[in-house]
């Protein structure tokens, strides 16, 4: 079973924009809007984790050791 090539976040949110367009005009008959509205949420999940995993990347900081750590604000 060859593996299936894992869409970009900018692609996953053009499939979504274009199934929301597709439901919103009204001319979806009930099954395919159902199966289009399980497809537009899988999508909507997939794109929530990697912008949840960019905003993880996002707060690390690079140490001198070359070392990853979390990016902290020291308050006073």
């Not at 053009?14 to 199966?35: C, F, Q, R, Y």
């Given at each position: 079973?060859?593996?299936?090539?894992?869409?970009?976040?900018e692609?996953?949110?053009?499939n979504?924009e274009t199934?929301?367009?597709d439901l919103?005009?009204g001319n979806?008959?009930?099954?395919d809007?159902?199966?289009?509205f399980?497809?537009a949420?899988?999508?909507a999940?997939?794109c929530d984790?990697?912008?949840?995993?960019?905003?993880?990347?996002?707060?690390k900081?690079?140490n001198?050791?070359g070392?990853l750590?979390e990016?902290?604000?020291e308050?006073e």
């Amino acid at each position: 079973m060859a593996k299936e090539k894992e869409l970009s976040f900018e692609e996953n949110l053009n499939n979504l924009e274009t199934i929301v367009k597709d439901l919103e005009s009204g001319n979806v008959p009930l099954d395919d809007a159902i199966n289009k509205f399980t497809e537009a949420m899988k999508i909507a999940k997939t794109c929530d984790e990697k912008l949840k995993n960019a905003e993880e990347n996002v707060n690390k900081i690079l140490n001198k050791d070359g070392s990853l750590s979390e990016f902290k604000i020291e308050e006073e």
